[in-house]
């Protein structure tokens, strides 16, 4: 099941079409919404729903959904009270606004005093609100806020571009209740988001052609299986070529997260004191040791054709011998390839993509880089970005970030959110270009094995950070958490619990 990732307009385009294409009326749509909220607040503040419930309600059809979850938490016994925004409200907000006050919710004044509540609901702009909030919204915004209570964001926190992630003096949200699939800005800010909680109020499918968010459900049933029969060439050959002289680390990490990931042989093409210290360190790995150019030595070809996915870049260097070897290599190697770190610095036009499958997996510096005419986009829009870069490329394109976007000339984007500030370190991206090496050498398409390979990454890490700190967390902390990753996938998905389609945890800061 897929959970899209949209901008304002793609959700605009999908509301309007359950409305007039579909014909499902917009009040079953915010009646489903506002019951959606009011179960969330009673499954994650059950506590603080008891000591009352403000709702913070706009003139749109956002404030008719807080509206609905105001009745539907006053019918509960809760004690709700609500403030809104002004006396113009859209027709829906209206007539939900007059079944709430009905039902017993108390109506406060805006500039009057709030009684203390354990639970404020923000409901005061939609997916489409941009820039900064005016007037009595702002001034909403700003008593929410200081308030203290635990707030539950309708949509998004007000003050965040559910688009750009452009924060402007937002609410701060301990949980935010979406509809339907997340917003841009959700993972562009997740710092401002909470708890993010996706909720399904009917929407009809979603357009094939959104990028969709990866989460476990997905990842259980894209993971290559093994079978009882299987030897070590089934489970696939990798070939990591990198690890120059001082940076043995680099390539000893995607060799190493390659085994981690089921590789059954993986072989380090590098320098000889990069293949001394795997030879000490990393024994389950085959060495070659090479001169990393500027030819291509036999030996080196040798492994090429040995191996059923190669890994170019990890610690290789950008001296000139360096770029003319990723050159010759890219135009000899007919296997998958990822292109990582310093291979994606060799200033080369044609990345070889009609002798095989490239996946080139940039952090913005090396986006940049590799891509200089997009480097004002990727600074304004990462999901644009990757996809222009993909078809420019005609390759798999993973932009590192928050949120990683993985982007594709055939077919629609995915996008990892797992993860947090643990991988911000040297070594990461090594990880990273093994994980999706195994995953090509079991003939994954390129796309789904660089997002299966960053959302286990992410996953993790997080196991990691549990045990370690995001702040302590190493590279090889992440390596070691992979196994408790693959068993928990092996493990039955837990049962659905409607209306909720998925749950993002804020990332672990500390």
């Known amino acids: 099941m897929i959970i899209p990732v949209l901008d304002a307009a793609q959700a605009a385009d999908w509301d309007e079409r359950a409305r007039i294409k579909e014909g499902i009326p917009s009040r079953v749509l915010m009646e489903s919404a506002g019951r959606g909220i009011a179960r969330v607040i009673a499954r994650e503040l059950g506590a603080g729903r008891r000591d009352g419930v403000i709702v913070a309600a706009g003139p749109g059809n956002n404030g008719g959904d807080g509206w609905v979850a ?3 938490l006053s019918a509960l016994g809760v004690k709700v009270h609500a403030v809104e925004a002004g006396p113009k409200r859209s027709e829906d907000c209206a007539a939900s606004r007059a079944l709430a006050l009905a039902g017993g919710v108390v109506l406060l004044e805006p500039d009057g005093p709030w009684p203390g509540v354990g639970v404020v609901i923000d409901a005061l702009l939609g997916t489409g609100a941009t820039g900064a909030p005016r007037g009595r919204i702002k001034d909403l915004a700003a008593r929410v806020s200081a308030l203290g209570s635990s707030v539950v964001a309708v949509d998004g926190p007000t003050g965040l571009d559910l688009t750009t992630g452009e924060a402007h003096d937002p609410v701060r949200a301990l949980v935010t209740v979406t509809f339907g699939g997340v917003r841009r ?6 710092d401002w988001c909470g708890k993010i909680i996706v909720i399904d109020i009917g929407f009809p499918q979603a357009n094939p052609a959104w990028p969709g968010l990866v989460h476990d459900r997905w990842a259980r049933e894209v993971l290559p299986p093994f079978h009882s029969t299987m030897h070590k060439g089934d489970r696939g050959r990798v070939l990591v070529v990198g690890g120059d002289e001082g940076m043995a680390g680099a390539a000893i990490y995607a060799a190493r997260s390659a085994l981690g990931a089921g590789a059954g042989l993986v072989k380090l093409a590098a320098a000889e004191a990069t293949v001394r210290a795997a030879q000490e360190s990393l024994p389950d790995a085959l ?3 090479t001169r990393l150019g500027p030819d291509v030595e036999p030996d080196l070809v040798a492994a090429v054709a040995w191996a059923d996915a190669v890994v170019l870049g990890p610690g290789l260097g950008r ?3 360096r770029r003319r070897l990723v050159g010759r290599l890219l135009d000899q190697i007919d296997k ?3 292109i990582d770190a310093d291979a994606l610095q060799a200033e080369i036009t044609d990345w070889g993509v009609k002798r095989g499958p490239r996946v080139l997996t940039p952090h913005p510096g090396e986006f940049a880089a590799a891509f200089p005419d997009l480097k004002a986009l990727a600074e304004g829009d990462r999901f644009g970005a990757a996809d222009r870069a993909a078809r420019a490329a005609k390759a798999t394109v993973l932009l590192k970030g928050v949120p990683t976007v993985v982007a594709s000339p055939e077919s629609s984007g995915l996008v990892v959110a797992a993860g947090n500030p643990a991988l911000a370190t040297g070594g990461s991206g090594d990880v990273l270009s093994g994980l999706i090496g195994a995953f090509l050498a079991r003939g994954m398409k390129p796309a789904v094995a660089a997002a299966l390979g960053a959302h286990a990454m992410g996953r993790a890490a997080e196991l990691a950070a549990a045990q370690h700190t ?9 390596v070691a ?4 990753v693959w068993r928990r996938w092996s493990e039955p998905a837990p049962a659905p619990d409607p209306p909720i389609l998925l749950e993002l945890e804020p990332p672990a800061l500390r």
């Not at 995001?470 to 992440?478: I, K, L, Q, W």
């Not at 958490?481 to 408790?484: F, H, I, N, Q, V």
């Open 470 to 478: 995001a702040r302590g967390t190493r590279p090889s902390d992440v």
């Open 287 to 289: 060495t070659l040791t």
């Open 70 to 72: 105001a009745r539907a």
């Open 185 to 190: 800005g959700h993972l562009l800010a997740r």
């Open 319 to 321: 001296s000139e011998a």
């Open 336 to 338: 998958p390839t990822v």
């Open 481 to 484: 958490a992979l196994p408790e």
